[in-house]
């Protein structure tokens, strides 16, 4: 099966092909027939927030989504609302509870701002359920249909670590705008950034049109997830034998310490790397990890974060900055390191014009990669964003990991949790 059949709704709206891809998240070549649970794609990567309303406006005004569709009151939901919003091929659905016994408030209480369900597109879910049940998995919803005048989409869901689950959905025989009980949302009702007053005269001329800005970030690279010590490697099993996903790196030892503190990380993939799960866990240390505080104030494992795929990464940390969003510092000294200077090479961005952006480069047998991370995007030191743009590496920054580590121990001391 070639990469053009398997374009996901979502990649087809944005008007990516598959060499886009590639270039963007490292997609290759892959035969899924063979494939005991084949994954198209990414669906929906759904949040529980404590204020679902104002959230929504946060991801239009600083990351630049588009609102496309809400569920609510007014639409006969009377547990929660849901704005669903893209960017892209990426697909963020903001939930939160309206009646005071809706179950997403507890899951927030709990944890705080986070993602509770990675959502994956597949062609059969019940030959996925089915799959997934004779390798243990547990089912939490059973395979069914739901309907709408756009049609039909077949659902089920399995557990994965802490409370996170996955939502196997296919949306084949479906063209509404996100899934029923959902309505589309008109572009006049959706926020646009603030612009500088237009002189009076203007209005004496008819408005040119004003063409939509470029999203930010065009596709969603990896999620990766941080759980308990001595948890790693069951997950990394499960990815194995439920999914059939195979094992795409790992960073142990040296790889992924400072003189404070170490993790472990592995990572799984399906078979074209569209969907990669990078898999965290605590490591001895003489102080606590990021992974240690994360599981804290997250009270169990979940998403730590997520890796938004952007073709111009300067752009998009300009703009986001000046809307407001933190960046993790990094110090001058890791770009007048000689060392990093003869691994890189040459990049597409002049090293002055990273080093004034605090953006990471990384290089290896395949090309080069160029990195970002944000602090913790709500009050609790947990979730967070990366921004990459690839240049043919397949990998994940193993050059970057001393000094973002670093740069995250900084963050933790000043919150007086290192």
Not at 70 to 78: Q, V
Not at 149 to 176: I, K, M, P, Q, W
């Amino acid at each position: 099966m070639s990469i053009q059949q398997t374009l996901t709704e979502q990649e087809r709206l944005a008007r990516l092909d598959p060499e886009r891809l590639r270039r963007l998240v490292g997609l290759v070549e892959h035969d899924a027939a063979g494939d005991p649970f084949p994954v198209t794609g990414w669906d929906a990567l759904v949040w529980v927030v404590g204020n679902a309303t104002q959230a929504a406006v946060y991801y239009q005004l600083v990351y630049g989504m588009e609102l496309v569709a809400y569920c609510g009151p007014e639409t006969g939901n009377r547990d929660h609302v849901g704005y669903v919003l893209r960017s892209g091929a990426a697909r963020f659905v903001l939930t939160g509870g309206v009646d005071p016994a809706s179950p997403l408030l507890e899951h927030h209480r709990r944890h705080g701002d986070g993602v509770r369900d990675i959502a994956l597109e597949v062609p059969d879910v019940d030959r996925c359920v089915a799959h997934a049940r004779a390798q243990g998995a547990v089912v939490l919803e059973e395979p069914r249909d739901v309907s709408d005048e756009h049609g039909t989409v077949r659902v089920a869901a399995v557990a994965a670590y802490g409370d996170t689950r996955h939502s196997l959905v296919d949306r084949s025989r479906y063209t509404g705008p996100y899934l029923p009980g959902y309505r589309a949302v008109r572009p006049s009702e959706t926020p646009s950034p603030a612009a500088p007053p237009a002189p009076a005269l203007a209005a004496l001329a008819p408005a040119a049109p004003t063409p939509a800005p470029a999203p930010l970030f065009q596709a969603l690279d990896h999620v990766v997830g941080n759980v308990e010590l001595g948890r790693m490697d069951r997950w990394v099993d499960f990815y194995n034998r439920v999914m059939g996903f195979t094992n795409l790196a790992e960073f142990i030892g040296d790889d992924i310490a400072t003189r404070y503190s170490a993790l472990m990380s592995k990572v799984v993939a399906s078979g074209d790397h569209r969907v990669k799960f990078p898999l965290n866990e605590p490591a001895a240390g003489q102080k606590r990890s990021q992974i240690d505080e994360y599981l804290q104030y997250y009270d169990g494992p979940g998403v730590q974060h997520l890796a938004l795929a952007t073709d111009d990464i300067v752009r998009a940390v300009d703009v986001l900055r000046a809307r407001g969003v933190g960046f993790l510092a990094t110090p001058d000294s890791y770009y007048t390191d000689p060392a990093l200077r003869a691994r890189i090479g040459e990049v597409r961005v002049p090293i002055d014009e990273l080093r004034a952006r605090g953006i990471l480069v990384d290089r290896d047998e395949d090309g080069y990669l160029l990195q970002i991370f944000t602090r913790p995007t709500g009050d609790r030191p947990t979730v967070f964003f990366e921004l990459i743009e690839r240049h043919g590496s397949l990998g994940f920054g193993k050059g970057n990991f001393q000094a973002l580590f670093e740069a995250i121990e900084r963050e933790q001391a000043r919150r007086g949790n290192f």
